[in-house]
């Protein structure tokens, strides 16, 4: 991606290695699926054998981590999607 004069660098910073809007919709997905997958679902669910298995975290530090950087994500395609910037 280049840089134009009026991008944020918070946007940049964002997608500088990312070319086009379908790389940006899959890093976009892809945090959201890994923080979905950062839950603490274990916790929830005891008497599940299958779970404590495949979801291995035990706390909340990853999904406090993966939050912030989806929203950011998304934050920068909305910018990037109101200013016409992969045209």
Known sequence: MQKTKDMPIWVFLAFSSIETRRGAL????SSIVF???????????NDSQWINKLFLMDDWEWFAMMLPMTLWY??????????????
């Open 26 to 29: 899959i890093l976009l997905w």
């Open 35 to 45: 923080s979905f997958y950062c839950i603490p679902w274990s916790h929830y669910f």
């Open 74 to 87: 998304w934050l920068s395609l909305r910018w990037l999607d109101r200013k016409q910037a992969w045209i």
